[in-house]
């Protein structure tokens, strides 16, 4: 090769400089003419595929040797020509490992006369992730399954898939004459001094799904199914999904990132100064930081975004930051570190063929380096890594403060300091706040038993008590933190996650002394938190709300569905009563948009409970299922605590017979479906209850049959239904069918609406039901004002009968019906609806109650009003227009 040629042509360049600072390079070009000359005439891919295509089944050891020594040279030479970038490279490194691992577990079972089955190779670490380095080692975890894994008669499953683990390690990382092929790392399974090489798939699952370490969780996020039985181990990760992704948002894993790295950069304190014996990988600003960054921000959202959870660094730092979970120019920076890191890791490795991420001692090895990065001098390479360390460093010292670092003020450790401390911040009743600081710090509750949990508790709680214990309901809001301290399940979670955001803990603290109900719902289920960090969009129609849930609950059956949709549920809610207490919504639209929420429910749950009927049952020619909406849910304004009015209807004749054996009548089918249509919309699971559904309104009421035909309701609503019956139709409207099928029964509905019907009948049988329901359901306190005399009822009453006397179809919003029939009442129909949502959530137990006064305000506040005294002269002024409409709509004389 002349002088010019190594200026000209890049291969030249690149094997001058391999032969000059490489002494294992200069040997391998020594030995591959054949393999250069194909290098120069048809590439570098061309090259790699030639390497490959060295590995023999008849001799493996051999030519697993020569395999790698084609591929090093080929890969060595594309890296230091620039023909190759850095994905690139580790891209074609990993193929060979993924290559010559499936060839090797392969030989290992030709070795004993049987096909590869039953064994499957995890990927972890660099490899998982497509990621190797020059010199890496291959980090595995082998599982088998002892049904399908071949064995010879006498012999256990795992003592054959020990023994095949065995040959492939040798055949993979023993040293011959030709070298080696690849270094191999069992160490990341289970308590490695203690078990098996290869351990049973179903042991595995259960490990990873109970008694998994928090570390174990990383190292999964980059892990595959490489070779063997990759149907096995596809499956195994499968199962343990998981455990990798939690679906809350994860900061413990924060806590957990912080705590390696602190024992990180405690075990290699001597050498963290840039300079001879400084590792790259684990010093300062070095690789595992790019890594550990990308990684603890996965851990924390990936279990909800699925989009964060690619394996390799650069792909998980470029998801992160188009989610917006990092800042893009911070993206950027890691992501030039992490590849100027990886490339002089590289250079160093290549020189002798070591696994190695330490910067030379040496001054001579130094300058082997510096001639491979194609630098002057060492100096050079020193000058232009310094600056991308210490950018590194000052990113991930700004993430391990996060959460860690606001200390302020401890609570005392005595009882007598506790008072003490308690009276300077003006908490009420300082004995209560001692003797329950005892008890908290007995360990007793189960969410303060972990010493992580109780670290972080005891950060956040004097913060949290200056913010619930102070004003006139501090005593209840003592006892109100201690119920929640007892009955959150677990902590660590719960309470790093308010640690790494206090602004959490200020709406923790109005929970706690506003609503009992999310205080509740928060106790029941921590994660609810998360929600209020990753705020979902309002949901603007059915449409949006039915696509949501279903996206979230693709390919689930089962439980599985039946606590997804609990899940969204309850999150939904949550956020927005907490939505309603900050005054960021409006009690109309909560309200609106709960019952666009149980509308998905019940659409997503009829729709796969008849699927699953029908499979077993076969279907009803022309029969579909039409559920009908009914009171608050017909009218889209449910609280909190409503319960669903549902009446069902089947399309179709009611004595069709189903395509299943034995056939059933479409009656007797329907009426098979709706009680486990019913059971999945009301039974608790273990993500919690639902809805209460109620049937009542249907056909001769709890006498009647469960589901009946459309056509049979309209007769029985035609000759057979009473007065309050046909008021109930005025709130009605069809949900979770087919088109066509609602608009078959909304004209339906307005026929029987518009009936021509007797004016002075119509009015005393309502007057007379509304007189039987304040006898037997009387008002019940002052701010009942649903029952109350001029309340909502009473609004609901005028509107209905009006509605029936007009002989005239009509929305089942209240308002807009009242807007049609009654204008006087849209206003005190809106006010106190806002009153019955608002207190619904605040005072859930008793929201007839008069309430407190910080109750009060709240309440004013959500209802456009300056204070309680304000409100409650509005809602006088409301009932007295009620009575009067109520006077005018049904004369004494008529009623």
Not at 106 to 126: E, I, S, V
Not at 436 to 450: D, K, M, N, V
Not at 554 to 575: H, M, P
């Amino acid at each position: 090769m002349s002088l010019s040629d190594a200026r000209t042509d890049p291969l030249a360049r690149a094997r001058a400089r391999a032969e000059a600072h490489s002494p294992f390079l200069r040997g391998l070009i020594r030995r591959e003419d054949d393999l250069l000359a194909r290098m120069d005439d048809q590439g570098f891919d061309s090259a790699l595929e030639t390497a490959l295509a060295r590995l023999d089944p008849a001799d493996p050891s051999p030519s697993l040797r020569q395999a790698r020594a084609g591929v090093a040279l080929t890969v060595a030479l594309a890296d230091l020509s620039g023909a190759w970038p850095l994905e690139q490279v580790t891209t074609a490194l990993t193929r060979f490992a993924d290559t010559a691992l499936d060839f090797a577990i392969q030989a290992a079972f030709a070795d004993r006369g049987h096909t590869p089955r039953g064994l499957a190779a995890l990927a972890l670490g660099k490899m998982g992730s497509h990621e190797l380095n020059y010199s890496s080692d291959i980090d595995l975890i082998f599982l088998h399954d002892p049904d399908s894994l071949p064995r010879r008669d006498d012999e256990d499953p795992t003592e054959a898939a020990v023994r095949l683990v065995r040959r492939i390690v040798t055949l993979l990382s023993e040293r011959t004459a030709d070298g080696y092929a690849l270094r191999v790392d069992l160490r990341l399974r289970p308590d490695p001094d203690s078990t098996p090489s290869s351990l049973p798939v179903g042991a595995a699952e259960h490990y990873y799904q109970s008694q998994a370490l928090a570390w174990e969780r990383s190292a999964f996020i980059r892990a595959r199914a490489a070779a063997g039985d990759l149907a096995l181990g596809r499956s195994f990760l499968a199962a343990i999904q998981p455990f990798i992704w939690r679906r809350s948002l994860d900061y413990s894993a924060l806590a957990e990132i912080r705590e390696v790295s602190h024992q990180i950069r405690d075990h290699f304190d001597e050498v963290q100064a840039l300079g001879p014996g400084f590792d790259l990988k684990r010093g300062r600003g070095g690789i595992r930081e790019c890594e550990f960054y990308a990684q603890v921000h996965q851990m924390i959202f990936g279990g909800r975004d699925p989009s964060l959870r690619p394996g390799a660094t650069l792909d998980a730092l470029a998801a992160l930051a188009a989610a917006g979970r990092i800042p893009e120019p911070d993206a950027r920076l890691l992501a030039d570190a992490y590849r100027h890191h990886r490339t002089l890791e590289h250079r160093i490795q290549m020189v002798a063929d070591q696994q190695t991420h330490a910067i030379p001692r040496l001054a001579p090895e130094r300058a082997q380096v510096a001639g491979l990065m194609g630098a002057a001098s060492w100096r050079a390479v020193e000058s232009d890594l310094a600056p991308r360390l210490k950018a590194v460093a000052r990113l991930y010292d700004r993430l391990l403060e996060t959460g860690e670092g606001q200390r302020g003020p401890r609570l005392p450790q005595d009882s007598a300091s506790i008072q003490a401390w308690a009276g300077a911040a003006r908490i009420k009743d300082p004995q209560l706040l001692a003797n329950l600081t005892e008890g908290w710090r007995s360990g007793r509750p189960r969410s303060l038993r972990a010493p992580e949990a109780a670290r972080a508790f005891e950060q956040v709680i004097p913060p949290l008590l200056q913010s619930i214990a102070t004003g006139r309901t501090g005593r209840e809001a003592l006892l109100r933190l201690d119920q929640l301290i007892t009955a959150l399940p677990s902590g660590v979670q719960f309470w790093r996650l308010l640690a790494a955001h206090p602004a959490l803990l200020k709406v923790v603290g109005r929970l706690l002394t506003t609503t009992p109900l999310l205080a509740d719902a928060l106790a029941r289920r921590p994660s609810l938190l998360d929600v209020l960090l990753e705020p979902a969009s309002p949901l603007p129609d059915i449409a949006a709300a039915s696509a949501e849930l279903e996206n979230l609950c693709r390919g689930l059956d089962g439980e599985q569905l039946l606590d997804r949709v609990r899940i969204w549920t309850a999150e939904r809610r949550f956020a927005l009563g907490v939505q309603l207490i900050d005054g960021t919504v409006t009690p109309a639209d909560a309200s609106r948009e709960l019952s666009l929420m149980a509308e998905a429910a019940v659409t997503l749950l009829a729709r796969t409970t008849t699927a699953e009927f029908t499979a077993r049952h076969g279907e009803i020619p022309g029969g579909r299922l039409l559920p009908l909406a009914l009171g608050r849910f017909g009218g889209g304004q449910l609280t909190a605590q409503s319960d669903l009015d549902l009446v069902f209807l089947f399309t179709g004749s009611y004595e069709a017979l189903s395509t299943g054996t034995p056939p059933l009548s479409a009656s007797a089918w329907f009426n098979r479906l709706v009680p486990r249509l019913v059971a999945a919309l009301t039974v608790p699971t273990a993500a919690g209850p639902l809805y209460e559904v109620d049937t009542r309104l249907r056909p001769s009421g709890a006498d009647g049959l469960l589901a009946v035909s459309l056509d049979s309701f309209i007769r029985y609503q035609q000759s057979d239904a009473g007065i309050w019956e046909q008021m109930a139709l005025t709130r009605a409207r069809p949900i979770a069918c087919e088109a066509s099928d609602a608009a078959l029964a909304q004209a339906a509905i307005d026929s029987l609406v518009a009936t021509p019907r007797d004016a002075g009948h119509v009015r005393r049988e309502a007057a007379e039901m509304r007189r039987h329901m304040a006898r037997h359901k009387p008002q019940a306190g002052p701010f009942d004002v649903k029952l109350m005399k001029g309340g909502l009822v009473d609004i609901e009453f005028i509107v209905a009968t009006r509605a029936l006397l007009a002989g005239a179809p009509v929305p089942a919003d209240l308002e807009a019906a009242a807007a049609l029939h009654a204008p006087e009442l849209v206003e005190p129909a809106r006010l106190m609806n806002a009153i019955l949502v608002m207190l619904r959530l605040i005072q859930p137990h008793d929201a007839a109650a008069a309430p407190d006064a910080a109750a009060g305000a709240l309440l004013a506040r959500a209802c456009g009003k300056p204070g309680l005294a304000s409100l409650k002269a509005d809602l006088s002024q409301a009932r007295g227009t009620v009575t009067r409409l109520w006077a005018e709509t049904f004369p004494k004389g008529d009623t």
